[in-house]
C-alpha cells in the first residue's frame, strides 16, 4: 500500500473519530429531546406533607418521601397507582437514592434506612458531639460506596458533615469546620468525583454558598460566593456530567471548566435541572417544567393556579415523574409524562 493511500485512510479515520467522540456533554450527534409527553396528575390525599425527594430505576417502582407522619411520608407507585409505604414507621425523611437492588432514605432524626428485598432496617443513631444530625442528601458509586451529608441539627449548624458507608456500617468521614449544611452531594461518573453543596448562615452577615469537588480524599473548591439573586448555586448530576445552576445561568462543569448551557430570564426559574443529555434537559419553573432541547427552551407542562413544583423530579428513558405542592387544597401532587409512541 502506498504512502499517500495509508495517509488518506489515516486522515479518514481521525475524522470519524472525532464526529463521534465524546467532548465532555455527549456526542456530537444527540439528537434534540423530544417533548410529546402525555401527562397524568395524580393527587397525594395527605394533609400538610411536603414531599422532599423522589427516585426510581424504573417506571412501575417509584418512590417518594417526605416530611411529616410517620405513615403519611413515603409513598411508592407500582406502575399504575401510589399508595403509601406503611411498613414501618420511618420519621422526618428527606431524600432518596439507591441502586438496582438497594433504596436508601436518610433523615432529620440521625437514621439511615436502608430497603432491600422487601424489609427496612436502619443505621444506629448517627450524632456529631452529642447531637442528632439532618441527613440532608445522600449519593453513591456503587453498594460499597455511598455518602450521607448534611450537619447539626439546626439551629446548631455550623459544621458540615459526611458520613461514608462501606458496604458494612456508616461511619464519619469528614467534618467541614464553620461550613453549615452540607445540602446536596451528587456523583459525577464521567468526572469521577463527588460534589457537594454547602450553604453557611453568617447570622450577621450574607449567607455563603460553596460548591465543592471531592475524590473520597480532598476536597477542592470549585466555586464560592455570597447568596444573591445572580450568585445562588444549584447542582445535579445529569447522564454522568455535573450541571450547576449560578443565578439564572446553567453550566455544564467538565475538566475544571464551566461551560454555559444556557440561560433563564424568567421571575418563575426555579434553578434546578434534571435530564438525559445535552440536548434533553428539564428544567424547574415554579409554575410548571421547562424543556431545552439543545436550541431553545419551553414549558412542556403549566400547573394550574396555587400549584407550586417541589423539589425533585426523576427522569427515566421515557418517563419522567415530579412533584407539586397544592397551596388550594393542602395536597401533593404528583405528576408523570409519558412520551408517546412513535
Known amino acids: 500500500m502506498n504512502t499517500k493511500l ?9 475524522l470519524i473519530a472525532n464526529s463521534c ?9 444527540l439528537e434534540p429531546g423530544r417533548r410529546d409527553y402525555v401527562w397524568t396528575a395524580d393527587t397525594i390525599k395527605a394533609y400538610y406533607i411536603y414531599f422532599n425527594s423522589i427516585w426510581g430505576k424504573i417506571a412501575d417502582d417509584v418512590w417518594v ?6 405513615f403519611e411520608n413515603i409513598y411508592r407507585y407500582d406502575g399504575s397507582k401510589w399508595y403509601r409505604e406503611t411498613r414501618e414507621p420511618i420519621y422526618n425523611t428527606v431524600s432518596l437514592w439507591g441502586t438496582e437492588n438497594v433504596l436508601w432514605i436518610t433523615t ?3 437514621y439511615i434506612w436502608k430497603y432491600k428485598d422487601g424489609v427496612f432496617s436502619c443505621s444506629q443513631k448517627l450524632l456529631y458531639e452529642e447531637n442528632e444530625i439532618d441527613f440532608l442528601s445522600i449519593a453513591g458509586k456503587n453498594d460499597s460506596e455511598i455518602y450521607s451529608v448534611g450537619g447539626k441539627e439546626i439551629p446548631l449548624n455550623r459544621d458540615a458533615l459526611i458520613y461514608k458507608y462501606d458496604g458494612e456500617a456508616w461511619y464519619l468521614n469528614k467534618v467541614l469546620k464553620n461550613n453549615g449544611n452540607i445540602t446536596r452531594i451528587r456523583y459525577s461518573s464521567v468526572n469521577d468525583r ?16 460553596r460548591l465543592y469537588e471531592y475524590d473520597s480524599n480532598n476536597l477542592k473548591t470549585i466555586y464560592e460566593n455570597y447568596v444573591s439573586e445572580n450568585t445562588s448555586c444549584v447542582m445535579n448530576d445529569i447522564n454522568g456530567y455535573l450541571y450547576v ?5 446553567i453550566f455544564m462543569y467538565y475538566k475544571n471548566n464551566f461551560e454555559q448551557i444556557l440561560e433563564i430570564n424568567d421571575s418563575n426559574f426555579g434553578g434546578q435541572t434534571w435530564g438525559r443529555n445535552k440536548k434533553d434537559i428539564f ?15 419551553s414549558y412542556i407542562l403549566k400547573f394550574p393556579s396555587g400549584v407550586r ?13 415530579l412533584h407539586a405542592y397544592d397551596n388550594n387544597t393542602g395536597y401533593n401532587i404528583i405528576y408523570h409524562g409519558v412520551l408517546k409512541e412513535n
Open 309 to 321: 413544583f417541589g423539589t425533585s423530579a426523576l427522569v427515566l428513558e421515557k418517563d419522567i415523574f
Open 21 to 29: 467522540k465524546d467532548n465532555g456533554t455527549g456526542p456530537e450527534t
Open 194 to 209: 463527588y460534589y457537594l453543596l454547602t450553604a453557611l448562615d453568617n447570622e450577621i452577615e450574607k449567607d455563603t454558598v
Open 245 to 249: 445552576t449560578i443565578g439564572r445561568k
Open 65 to 70: 418521601v417526605g416530611s411529616g407522619s410517620a
Open 108 to 110: 432529620y432524626s440521625g
Open 6 to 14: 495509508i495517509l488518506i485512510i489515516a486522515v479518514a479515520i481521525a
Open 283 to 297: 428544567i424547574r419553573m415554579f409554575d410548571g417544567l421547562m424543556h431545552y432541547n439543545g436550541t431553545d427552551a
